[in-house]
Protein backbone atom coordinates (compact mmCIF):
# COMPACT_ATOMS: atom_id res chain seq x y z
CA UNK A 1 0.00 0.00 0.00
CA UNK A 2 1.08 2.92 -1.01
CA UNK A 3 0.67 6.17 1.31
CA UNK A 4 -0.37 9.80 0.19
CA UNK A 5 2.36 12.57 0.70
CA UNK A 6 3.39 12.56 4.41
CA UNK A 7 2.64 15.17 6.21
CA UNK A 8 5.16 17.55 7.38
CA UNK A 9 5.23 16.89 11.20
CA UNK A 10 6.26 13.29 10.00
CA UNK A 11 8.66 14.45 7.28
CA UNK A 12 11.08 16.88 8.75
CA UNK A 13 12.25 14.50 12.04
CA UNK A 14 12.02 11.74 9.74
CA UNK A 15 14.40 13.79 7.57
CA UNK A 16 16.67 14.80 10.50
CA UNK A 17 16.90 10.97 11.55
CA UNK A 18 18.06 9.94 8.56
CA UNK A 19 20.58 13.17 8.51
CA UNK A 20 21.70 12.22 11.70
CA UNK A 21 23.36 8.80 10.32
CA UNK A 22 23.62 10.54 7.16
CA UNK A 23 25.94 13.94 8.26
CA UNK A 24 28.92 12.29 9.98
CA UNK A 25 29.64 9.83 6.99
CA UNK A 26 29.52 12.70 4.76
CA UNK A 27 31.82 14.58 6.92
CA UNK A 28 33.85 11.58 6.79
CA UNK A 29 33.49 10.86 3.11
CA UNK A 30 34.53 14.72 2.86
CA UNK A 31 38.06 14.02 3.97
CA UNK A 32 39.04 11.01 2.39
CA UNK A 33 42.06 11.17 1.00
CA UNK A 34 40.80 9.84 -2.60
CA UNK A 35 44.75 9.99 -4.04
CA UNK A 36 46.48 8.31 -1.65
CA UNK A 37 43.65 6.29 -0.45
CA UNK A 38 45.26 3.24 -2.18
CA UNK A 39 48.42 3.25 -1.02
CA UNK A 40 47.41 4.17 2.80
CA UNK A 41 44.75 0.77 2.32
CA UNK A 42 47.35 -1.36 0.62
CA UNK A 43 49.86 -0.22 3.57
CA UNK A 44 51.75 -3.11 5.73
CA UNK A 45 50.08 -1.67 8.70
CA UNK A 46 46.52 -1.48 7.30
CA UNK A 47 46.84 -5.18 5.76
CA UNK A 48 47.81 -6.20 9.00
CA UNK A 49 45.20 -5.08 10.98
CA UNK A 50 42.84 -6.19 7.96
CA UNK A 51 43.85 -9.53 8.24
CA UNK A 52 44.31 -9.85 12.09
CA UNK A 53 40.11 -8.44 11.41
CA UNK A 54 38.90 -11.25 9.10
CA UNK A 55 40.68 -14.50 11.26
CA UNK A 56 39.41 -12.87 14.66
CA UNK A 57 36.30 -12.24 13.63
CA UNK A 58 35.37 -15.40 11.67
CA UNK A 59 36.65 -17.30 14.45
CA UNK A 60 34.15 -15.20 17.09
CA UNK A 61 31.13 -15.98 14.46
CA UNK A 62 32.28 -19.82 14.42
CA UNK A 63 32.20 -20.18 17.98
CA UNK A 64 29.01 -17.90 18.31
CA UNK A 65 27.66 -20.83 15.91
CA UNK A 66 28.81 -23.66 17.85
CA UNK A 67 27.91 -22.39 20.95
CA UNK A 68 24.66 -19.52 20.22
CA UNK A 69 22.71 -22.38 18.00
CA UNK A 70 22.08 -24.44 20.60
CA UNK A 71 21.53 -22.16 23.37
CA UNK A 72 19.24 -20.66 21.02
CA UNK A 73 17.65 -24.46 20.67
CA UNK A 74 17.15 -24.37 24.21
CA UNK A 75 15.51 -21.32 24.48
CA UNK A 76 12.95 -21.96 21.86
CA UNK A 77 11.96 -25.40 22.09
CA UNK A 78 12.15 -26.18 26.08
CA UNK A 79 11.29 -24.89 29.03
CA UNK A 80 13.80 -24.37 32.46
CA UNK A 81 13.45 -22.54 35.36
CA UNK A 82 14.65 -18.86 34.83
CA UNK A 83 14.70 -19.34 31.22
CA UNK A 84 13.63 -15.34 30.94
CA UNK A 85 16.45 -14.56 33.34
CA UNK A 86 18.52 -16.19 30.80
CA UNK A 87 17.84 -15.05 28.18
CA UNK A 88 18.08 -11.68 29.55
CA UNK A 89 22.12 -12.83 30.50
CA UNK A 90 22.99 -13.71 27.23
CA UNK A 91 21.32 -10.73 25.04
CA UNK A 92 23.19 -8.19 28.02
CA UNK A 93 26.42 -8.00 25.98
CA UNK A 94 24.38 -5.76 23.44
CA UNK A 95 23.23 -2.99 25.61
CA UNK A 96 26.24 -3.57 27.97
CA UNK A 97 29.12 -0.86 26.61
CA UNK A 98 32.00 -2.64 25.57
CA UNK A 99 34.61 -1.55 27.59
CA UNK A 100 32.33 -2.72 30.89
CA UNK A 101 32.60 -6.18 28.99
CA UNK A 102 36.16 -6.01 28.11
CA UNK A 103 36.93 -5.23 32.37
CA UNK A 104 34.54 -7.82 33.31
CA UNK A 105 36.73 -10.41 31.08
CA UNK A 106 39.74 -8.67 32.32
CA UNK A 107 38.52 -9.55 35.87
CA UNK A 108 37.49 -12.96 34.91
CA UNK A 109 40.00 -14.82 32.37
CA UNK A 110 43.20 -11.61 33.15
CA UNK A 111 46.50 -13.70 35.14
CA UNK A 112 44.41 -12.67 38.93
CA UNK A 113 41.04 -13.36 37.72
CA UNK A 114 39.43 -17.05 39.14
CA UNK A 115 38.71 -18.35 35.15
CA UNK A 116 42.48 -16.74 34.40
CA UNK A 117 43.90 -18.47 37.21
CA UNK A 118 42.15 -22.07 36.32
CA UNK A 119 43.55 -21.42 32.66
CA UNK A 120 46.99 -20.95 33.60
CA UNK A 121 47.25 -24.19 35.16
CA UNK A 122 46.15 -25.51 31.47
CA UNK A 123 49.37 -23.23 30.35
CA UNK A 124 46.56 -20.96 28.17
CA UNK A 125 46.69 -17.24 29.06
CA UNK A 126 44.17 -14.84 27.22
CA UNK A 127 44.64 -10.79 27.39
CA UNK A 128 46.73 -9.95 24.97
CA UNK A 129 46.22 -12.63 23.11
CA UNK A 130 44.88 -13.21 19.66
CA UNK A 131 42.72 -15.71 21.32
CA UNK A 132 42.10 -12.91 23.58
CA UNK A 133 40.66 -10.83 20.51
CA UNK A 134 38.45 -14.15 20.09
CA UNK A 135 36.64 -14.06 22.86
CA UNK A 136 36.11 -10.16 23.53
CA UNK A 137 34.55 -9.91 19.34
CA UNK A 138 32.42 -13.62 20.63
CA UNK A 139 31.09 -11.65 23.73
CA UNK A 140 30.42 -8.68 22.34
CA UNK A 141 28.73 -10.43 19.02
CA UNK A 142 27.32 -13.74 19.41
CA UNK A 143 23.70 -12.06 21.19
CA UNK A 144 22.84 -11.19 17.59
CA UNK A 145 23.27 -14.69 16.51
CA UNK A 146 21.33 -16.15 19.45
CA UNK A 147 18.45 -13.46 19.33
CA UNK A 148 18.26 -14.72 15.17
CA UNK A 149 18.37 -17.81 15.45
CA UNK A 150 15.97 -18.71 18.24
CA UNK A 151 13.74 -16.30 16.30
CA UNK A 152 14.18 -18.62 13.29
CA UNK A 153 13.49 -21.52 15.40
CA UNK A 154 10.25 -20.52 16.93
CA UNK A 155 8.90 -19.30 13.49
CA UNK A 156 10.26 -23.14 12.22
CA UNK A 157 7.21 -25.58 12.47
CA UNK A 158 7.99 -28.19 14.89
CA UNK A 159 5.61 -30.50 13.67
CA UNK A 160 8.77 -31.17 10.71
CA UNK A 161 10.70 -32.53 13.60
CA UNK A 162 8.25 -34.49 14.70
CA UNK A 163 7.59 -36.09 11.47
CA UNK A 164 11.11 -37.03 11.19
CA UNK A 165 11.16 -38.22 15.14
CA UNK A 166 8.33 -40.77 13.93
CA UNK A 167 10.29 -41.84 10.91
CA UNK A 168 12.75 -42.88 13.10
CA UNK A 169 15.63 -39.70 13.22
CA UNK A 170 17.27 -39.64 16.28
CA UNK A 171 18.03 -36.19 17.97
CA UNK A 172 21.31 -35.33 15.87
CA UNK A 173 20.25 -36.08 12.80
CA UNK A 174 16.64 -34.21 13.36
CA UNK A 175 18.32 -31.49 14.70
CA UNK A 176 20.73 -31.50 11.60
CA UNK A 177 18.69 -32.57 8.52
CA UNK A 178 15.39 -30.90 9.47
CA UNK A 179 15.99 -27.96 11.51
CA UNK A 180 18.83 -26.28 10.22
CA UNK A 181 17.93 -26.83 6.73
CA UNK A 182 14.24 -24.77 7.84
CA UNK A 183 16.49 -22.08 9.83
CA UNK A 184 19.20 -21.42 7.28
CA UNK A 185 17.76 -18.02 6.57
CA UNK A 186 18.04 -16.59 9.82
CA UNK A 187 21.40 -18.85 10.50
CA UNK A 188 22.60 -16.67 8.25
CA UNK A 189 21.75 -13.48 9.05
CA UNK A 190 22.80 -14.24 12.41
CA UNK A 191 26.05 -14.99 11.36
CA UNK A 192 26.50 -12.32 8.87
CA UNK A 193 25.45 -9.62 11.64
CA UNK A 194 27.28 -11.37 14.35
CA UNK A 195 30.37 -11.26 11.98
CA UNK A 196 29.35 -7.30 11.39
CA UNK A 197 29.87 -6.52 15.09
CA UNK A 198 32.53 -8.67 15.76
CA UNK A 199 34.46 -6.56 12.80
CA UNK A 200 33.41 -3.37 14.42
CA UNK A 201 34.53 -4.78 17.96
CA UNK A 202 36.46 -2.10 19.33
CA UNK A 203 35.83 -1.35 23.65
CA UNK A 204 35.94 -4.70 25.18
CA UNK A 205 39.14 -5.52 22.45
CA UNK A 206 41.63 -3.07 23.64
CA UNK A 207 40.38 -3.54 27.29
CA UNK A 208 41.19 -6.85 27.18
CA UNK A 209 43.30 -7.88 24.68
CA UNK A 210 45.39 -4.82 23.82
CA UNK A 211 46.89 -3.24 21.63
CA UNK A 212 49.69 -5.02 19.57
CA UNK A 213 49.86 -4.98 15.41
CA UNK A 214 49.71 -8.57 14.36
CA UNK A 215 48.51 -10.18 17.48
CA UNK A 216 45.39 -7.98 18.78
CA UNK A 217 45.36 -4.92 16.91
CA UNK A 218 42.69 -5.02 14.93
CA UNK A 219 40.88 -2.56 12.46
CA UNK A 220 38.86 -0.27 14.66
CA UNK A 221 41.74 -0.23 17.30
CA UNK A 222 44.51 0.59 13.96
CA UNK A 223 41.57 3.26 13.11
CA UNK A 224 42.14 4.35 16.47
CA UNK A 225 46.11 4.27 16.46
CA UNK A 226 45.95 6.11 13.70
CA UNK A 227 44.23 8.79 14.49
CA UNK A 228 46.61 9.67 16.75
CA UNK A 229 49.38 9.65 14.40
CA UNK A 230 47.93 9.61 10.79
CA UNK A 231 44.60 10.96 10.35
CA UNK A 232 44.82 10.20 6.41
CA UNK A 233 45.41 6.26 7.30
CA UNK A 234 42.34 6.45 10.05
CA UNK A 235 40.25 7.87 7.55
CA UNK A 236 40.92 5.21 4.82
CA UNK A 237 40.62 2.72 7.46
CA UNK A 238 37.38 4.24 8.37
CA UNK A 239 36.32 3.74 4.88
CA UNK A 240 37.14 0.23 4.02
CA UNK A 241 35.00 -0.46 7.37
CA UNK A 242 32.00 1.48 6.66
CA UNK A 243 31.68 0.12 2.98
CA UNK A 244 32.35 -3.88 4.50
CA UNK A 245 29.38 -3.26 6.68
CA UNK A 246 26.99 -1.42 4.41
CA UNK A 247 27.72 -4.51 2.36
CA UNK A 248 26.52 -6.38 4.59
CA UNK A 249 23.42 -4.94 5.25
CA UNK A 250 22.70 -4.33 2.01
CA UNK A 251 23.03 -7.91 1.70
CA UNK A 252 21.01 -8.89 4.45
CA UNK A 253 17.80 -6.40 3.80
CA UNK A 254 15.49 -8.85 3.07
CA UNK A 255 16.29 -11.65 5.65
CA UNK A 256 16.82 -9.26 8.79
CA UNK A 257 14.98 -6.33 8.21
CA UNK A 258 12.18 -8.08 7.09
CA UNK A 259 11.21 -5.27 4.76
CA UNK A 260 10.79 -5.29 0.77
CA UNK A 261 11.74 -2.51 -0.97
CA UNK B 1 15.63 15.74 0.75
CA UNK B 2 18.09 18.77 0.49
CA UNK B 3 15.49 20.87 1.10
CA UNK B 4 14.08 19.13 3.62
CA UNK B 5 17.67 19.19 5.55
CA UNK B 6 18.05 22.80 5.30
CA UNK B 7 14.62 23.19 6.84
CA UNK B 8 15.27 20.97 9.50
CA UNK B 9 18.50 22.66 9.98
CA UNK B 10 16.92 26.13 10.23
CA UNK B 11 14.04 24.96 12.42
CA UNK B 12 17.22 24.04 14.64
CA UNK B 13 19.20 27.10 14.52
CA UNK B 14 16.28 29.73 16.51
CA UNK B 15 16.13 28.18 19.98
CA UNK B 16 19.78 28.29 20.37
CA UNK B 17 20.30 32.17 19.17
CA UNK B 18 18.22 32.98 22.42
CA UNK B 19 20.08 31.32 24.91
CA UNK B 20 23.21 33.18 23.66
CA UNK B 21 23.22 36.03 25.07
CA UNK B 22 22.29 34.57 28.57
CA UNK B 23 26.09 33.45 29.72
CA UNK B 24 28.13 36.22 30.34
CA UNK B 25 25.94 38.79 32.58
CA UNK B 26 26.70 39.09 36.43
CA UNK B 27 29.62 39.73 37.63
CA UNK B 28 29.65 39.62 41.37
CA UNK B 29 32.98 40.84 43.26
CA UNK B 30 35.04 37.69 42.45
CA UNK B 31 35.54 37.85 38.56
CA UNK B 32 36.32 34.61 38.17
CA UNK B 33 32.96 32.78 37.73
CA UNK B 34 31.51 30.32 34.73
CA UNK B 35 32.77 26.93 33.37
CA UNK B 36 36.05 26.14 33.13
CA UNK B 37 36.98 22.86 31.02
CA UNK B 38 40.39 21.90 31.65
CA UNK B 39 42.03 19.04 29.33
CA UNK B 40 45.03 17.19 30.62
CA UNK B 41 47.09 14.61 29.55
CA UNK B 42 46.46 11.09 31.74
CA UNK B 43 49.75 11.01 33.92
CA UNK B 44 48.25 14.32 35.35
CA UNK B 45 45.04 13.30 36.41
CA UNK B 46 45.46 12.88 40.39
CA UNK B 47 47.99 16.49 39.84
CA UNK B 48 44.95 18.52 37.68
CA UNK B 49 42.36 16.59 40.80
CA UNK B 50 44.14 18.31 42.91
CA UNK B 51 44.86 22.24 40.73
CA UNK B 52 41.07 22.19 40.76
CA UNK B 53 40.06 21.69 44.10
CA UNK B 54 42.59 24.27 45.35
CA UNK B 55 41.37 26.69 42.73
CA UNK B 56 38.11 26.02 44.03
CA UNK B 57 39.02 26.94 47.33
CA UNK B 58 39.68 30.00 46.76
CA UNK B 59 37.14 30.65 44.05
CA UNK B 60 33.71 29.08 44.80
CA UNK B 61 31.95 30.63 41.67
CA UNK B 62 33.55 28.44 38.82
CA UNK B 63 32.75 25.35 37.80
CA UNK B 64 36.10 23.18 36.49
CA UNK B 65 35.58 19.92 34.65
CA UNK B 66 38.62 18.17 34.02
CA UNK B 67 38.93 15.63 31.09
CA UNK B 68 41.93 12.96 30.89
CA UNK B 69 42.70 11.74 27.65
CA UNK B 70 46.45 10.67 25.51
CA UNK B 71 48.19 14.01 24.49
CA UNK B 72 47.69 13.14 21.11
CA UNK B 73 43.79 12.75 21.45
CA UNK B 74 43.58 16.33 23.27
CA UNK B 75 45.78 18.26 20.95
CA UNK B 76 43.31 16.87 18.37
CA UNK B 77 40.01 17.59 19.88
CA UNK B 78 41.84 21.10 20.26
CA UNK B 79 42.35 21.02 16.90
CA UNK B 80 38.71 19.90 16.23
CA UNK B 81 37.14 22.36 18.08
CA UNK B 82 36.19 20.81 21.04
CA UNK B 83 35.47 23.30 23.82
CA UNK B 84 38.39 23.80 25.86
CA UNK B 85 39.92 26.50 28.15
CA UNK B 86 43.28 25.19 29.60
CA UNK B 87 45.57 22.12 27.44
CA UNK B 88 48.18 20.58 28.93
CA UNK B 89 50.00 17.87 27.60
CA UNK B 90 52.94 15.71 28.61
CA UNK B 91 55.08 16.51 25.79
CA UNK B 92 56.11 19.81 24.03
CA UNK B 93 55.94 18.06 20.58
CA UNK B 94 52.55 17.65 20.65
CA UNK B 95 51.52 20.79 21.58
CA UNK B 96 53.66 22.06 19.29
CA UNK B 97 50.83 21.73 16.67
CA UNK B 98 48.80 23.28 18.79
CA UNK B 99 51.34 26.77 18.69
CA UNK B 100 51.54 25.96 15.11
CA UNK B 101 48.12 26.28 14.19
CA UNK B 102 47.39 29.47 16.54
CA UNK B 103 45.12 27.62 18.76
CA UNK B 104 46.77 27.86 21.81
CA UNK B 105 48.56 31.24 23.46
CA UNK B 106 52.50 30.53 24.58
CA UNK B 107 53.03 27.20 26.40
CA UNK B 108 54.50 27.55 29.83
CA UNK B 109 56.41 24.66 31.06
CA UNK B 110 55.06 24.21 34.63
CA UNK B 111 56.29 20.31 35.69
CA UNK B 112 59.08 17.74 34.63
CA UNK B 113 58.34 13.54 35.11
CA UNK B 114 60.99 11.03 35.44
CA UNK B 115 60.78 7.43 33.90
CA UNK B 116 60.23 4.62 35.88
CA UNK B 117 60.04 0.87 35.53
CA UNK B 118 56.35 -0.73 36.93
CA UNK B 119 56.48 -3.89 38.02
CA UNK B 120 53.68 -6.43 40.32
CA UNK B 121 54.00 -5.53 44.42
CA UNK B 122 57.35 -6.64 45.70
CA UNK B 123 58.87 -7.04 42.12
CA UNK B 124 58.50 -10.90 42.16
CA UNK B 125 60.41 -10.88 38.70
CA UNK B 126 63.53 -9.24 40.03
CA UNK B 127 64.05 -7.03 37.94
CA UNK B 128 66.76 -4.86 38.03
CA UNK B 129 67.06 -1.93 35.23
CA UNK B 130 65.81 -1.69 31.88
CA UNK B 131 68.63 -4.42 30.33
CA UNK B 132 66.27 -6.89 31.96
CA UNK B 133 62.90 -6.01 29.97
CA UNK B 134 64.82 -7.64 27.28
CA UNK B 135 64.45 -11.04 28.81
CA UNK B 136 62.57 -12.92 26.94
CA UNK B 137 60.38 -14.47 29.74
CA UNK B 138 59.26 -11.19 30.82
CA UNK B 139 55.81 -9.85 29.71
CA UNK B 140 56.48 -5.97 28.88
CA UNK B 141 53.44 -3.28 27.77
CA UNK B 142 55.33 -0.20 26.53
CA UNK B 143 52.70 2.92 25.52
CA UNK B 144 52.33 3.36 21.81
CA UNK B 145 54.87 5.17 20.13
CA UNK B 146 52.17 7.80 19.26
CA UNK B 147 52.27 8.46 23.11
CA UNK B 148 54.29 10.89 24.53
CA UNK B 149 54.92 8.33 27.46
CA UNK B 150 55.86 5.70 23.94
CA UNK B 151 58.44 7.56 22.84
CA UNK B 152 60.03 8.15 25.90
CA UNK B 153 59.97 5.28 26.81
CA UNK B 154 61.76 4.31 23.69
CA UNK B 155 64.37 6.52 23.70
CA UNK B 156 65.11 5.38 27.59
CA UNK B 157 65.89 1.51 26.07
CA UNK B 158 67.10 3.10 22.91
CA UNK B 159 70.14 4.56 25.64
CA UNK B 160 70.20 1.63 27.54
CA UNK B 161 70.33 -0.61 24.57
CA UNK B 162 68.01 -2.53 24.81
CA UNK B 163 65.32 -4.19 22.53
CA UNK B 164 62.02 -5.28 23.57
CA UNK B 165 59.00 -7.16 21.85
CA UNK B 166 56.21 -5.67 24.29
CA UNK B 167 52.65 -7.75 24.44
CA UNK B 168 50.78 -4.99 24.15
CA UNK B 169 50.89 -1.00 23.07
CA UNK B 170 48.54 0.78 25.27
CA UNK B 171 47.06 4.19 24.66
CA UNK B 172 47.93 5.83 27.99
CA UNK B 173 49.71 5.06 31.29
CA UNK B 174 46.66 3.87 32.96
CA UNK B 175 45.92 1.07 31.10
CA UNK B 176 49.68 0.10 31.00
CA UNK B 177 49.57 0.50 35.03
CA UNK B 178 45.96 -1.81 34.85
CA UNK B 179 47.62 -4.32 32.71
CA UNK B 180 50.88 -4.66 35.51
CA UNK B 181 48.05 -4.62 38.35
CA UNK B 182 46.32 -6.81 37.31
CA UNK B 183 49.37 -9.06 36.40
CA UNK B 184 48.61 -9.37 32.80
CA UNK B 185 52.33 -8.14 32.19
CA UNK B 186 55.35 -8.15 34.22
CA UNK B 187 56.46 -4.85 33.81
CA UNK B 188 56.04 -1.25 31.74
CA UNK B 189 57.93 1.89 31.68
CA UNK B 190 55.68 4.66 33.43
CA UNK B 191 56.41 8.26 35.02
CA UNK B 192 57.42 7.76 38.99
CA UNK B 193 53.99 10.03 39.85
CA UNK B 194 52.49 6.90 38.14
CA UNK B 195 54.19 4.55 40.31
CA UNK B 196 53.57 7.03 43.22
CA UNK B 197 49.75 7.16 42.34
CA UNK B 198 49.22 3.37 42.10
CA UNK B 199 50.25 2.98 45.90
CA UNK B 200 50.90 -0.42 47.01
CA UNK B 201 49.29 -1.84 43.86
CA UNK B 202 52.61 -2.12 41.94
CA UNK B 203 56.20 -1.48 42.80
CA UNK B 204 58.85 0.77 41.16
CA UNK B 205 62.29 0.41 40.10
CA UNK B 206 63.94 3.58 39.15
CA UNK B 207 65.92 4.22 36.52
CA UNK B 208 69.31 6.28 36.19
CA UNK B 209 69.81 9.34 35.09
CA UNK B 210 72.18 8.10 32.36
CA UNK B 211 69.45 6.66 30.58
CA UNK B 212 66.49 8.12 31.68
CA UNK B 213 64.47 10.12 29.60
CA UNK B 214 62.70 13.13 31.29
CA UNK B 215 59.14 14.67 30.41
CA UNK B 216 58.35 18.14 30.03
CA UNK B 217 54.89 19.11 30.69
CA UNK B 218 53.24 22.39 28.77
CA UNK B 219 50.10 24.25 29.56
CA UNK B 220 48.46 27.17 27.45
CA UNK B 221 45.47 28.82 27.69
CA UNK B 222 43.36 28.19 24.86
CA UNK B 223 42.78 30.99 22.62
CA UNK B 224 39.01 30.00 21.75
CA UNK B 225 38.67 30.34 24.80
CA UNK B 226 35.06 32.38 26.43
CA UNK B 227 36.67 32.12 30.02
CA UNK B 228 39.91 33.81 29.58
CA UNK B 229 40.30 35.09 33.03
CA UNK B 230 39.82 31.93 34.82
CA UNK B 231 41.63 30.05 32.21
CA UNK B 232 44.67 32.38 33.12
CA UNK B 233 44.02 31.97 36.26
CA UNK B 234 44.25 28.16 36.61
CA UNK B 235 48.18 28.06 34.47
CA UNK B 236 49.40 31.11 36.87
CA UNK B 237 47.93 28.77 39.98
CA UNK B 238 49.98 25.72 38.16
CA UNK B 239 52.99 27.59 38.43
CA UNK B 240 52.71 29.80 41.71
CA UNK B 241 54.51 28.32 45.11
CA UNK B 242 51.86 26.48 46.41
CA UNK B 243 50.85 24.81 42.70
CA UNK B 244 54.68 23.82 42.88
CA UNK B 245 55.16 22.45 46.13
CA UNK B 246 51.95 20.29 45.16
CA UNK B 247 53.56 19.24 42.24
CA UNK B 248 56.43 18.10 43.54
CA UNK B 249 54.60 16.35 46.41
CA UNK B 250 53.25 13.82 43.82
CA UNK B 251 56.52 12.99 42.14
CA UNK B 252 56.74 16.09 39.76
CA UNK B 253 60.10 17.43 39.25
CA UNK B 254 59.78 21.14 39.60
CA UNK B 255 60.46 23.20 35.52
Redesign the interface.
Known amino acids: MTNRRPPLYLLIPAGAALALVLVPIAGLLQHVPWHTLLTQVTSDQVLTALRLSLVCSVLAVVVALVLGVPLAWMLARTTFPGKAMVRAVVTLPLVLPPVVGGVALLFAFGAHGFAGEALAHLGVTLPFTTAGAVLAETFVAMPFLVIAVEAGIRQADVRYEEAAATLGAGAWMRFWRVTVPLIAPSLAAGAALTWARALGEFGATITFAGNLPGTTQTMPLAVYVALESNTDGAIALSLVLLVVSLGILLGLRHRWLGVRV | ?LV??A??GA?CDNPSATHTNGGGGDRAADPLTGKLTVLAAASLTDAFEHARTALLATHPGLAITNSFA?S??LV?QVENGAPADVIATADTATMQRLVADGLVDVPRVFARNRLEIVVAPGNPKHVSGLADLGRGNL?V?LE????PAGRYGRQALQRRGTTVR??????DVR?EL??VE????DAGIVYVTDVSSAGAAVSGVPIPDSENVIATYPVAVVRATTNRDAAQAFVDALLDGAGRQALVALGFVAP
Open positions: MLLTAGGQTTKVDPSVPVSLPLSLAQGNA
